[in-house]
């Protein structure tokens, strides 16, 4: 299966390895942000506004862009202390007695056997679940008539819409359509296993978070600039930063498409051919996709990869300090 194939492949660095990606995939995550009709129907592309914005109507989003970002990462540093202060008080009860019979005493079997099926999950995995069930539930909102209004303010994002800001981070777990939240979350469980290897759980939480809402405030810059003010959705600019970042770090490492398995290519290659297409959509003014959000999520997660561990993720002693101080004198 492709999940255990990228999770030998990424997590133990090899140069030589195959990862199946759906030929779905390669047509979906490069451009995977929908549009929505006002008249409550869906469609790919549709205008919403055909007058242009001032560009001080980005000032708003541009702030939230940059405080949502940083407590994203605030909250991955305490929830990661949160993780080592577990441990470290449960490291010498895990195997005694007491926990090891504690077992025994479940509700009923069906919870056991739900219990045994999570645990069995790498972290990777656990991670990519707990978002697909967050897309899953939005994706069902999104079928009750009623919820439509309240849907479409707050998890579709458009800077010409009266909520511009939250939209931006809620739309990146917005799919209207069940194959546009199969494909995405299909990549994400893909690929989830070598990123969080890589990254650490808290700290992809924080990418793909942070990801989300930078690669919607590049939209929002080129829907202003261009006049094009539709309501976009998907989390493919969040996907699109764990890709390129995945693909810049192991560039020699080779995908096939899963339908062309005789077909090969490096992930290098890919991600700059993705891209590359991308910006062809851009500047042509391909309007099927949000080429802007996917570029914009691409662009954040090579940045992430060369400049974020060092300055931003590496940075974070006086944060654990200042917090641990926090938690010392509540004790």
Known sequence: MIL????RKLCHLTNNNV????KTFTRQSKNSRWSLKNDGNINEVSEVVTSRLSPKCL???????VSFSGCCFAASTIWQYE?????????GNRYSPFRSQSSGFKRSEIRRQINAWWNSKSEGQKIALTIFGINLCVFLLWRIPAMYPFMTQYFSASPALRSSCLPMFLSTFSHYSFFHLACNMYVLYSFSDGAVAFY???QFVALYCSAGVISSFASYVFKVASGRLVTSLGASGALMAILSSMCFQFPDI????????????SAGNAIKAIMALDLVGLIAGWRLFDHAA????AVFGALYLHYGQKY??????WLFTWYHNIRERKE
């Open 254 to 265: 080779q995908l096939q498409i899963i339908l062309l398995p005789f077909f090969t290519f």
């Open 59 to 65: 000032i708003k989003p541009f702030i939230f862009t």
């Open 294 to 297: 996917h570029l914009g999520g």
């Open 19 to 22: 990862i199946n990606i759906s």
């Open 312 to 317: 931003v993720w590496n940075k974070r002693e």
């Open 200 to 202: 650490g759980k808290e």
């Open 83 to 91: 993780e080592m202060r577990k441990f470290a008080q449960n490291f």
């Open 4 to 7: 255990s194939v990228m999770q």
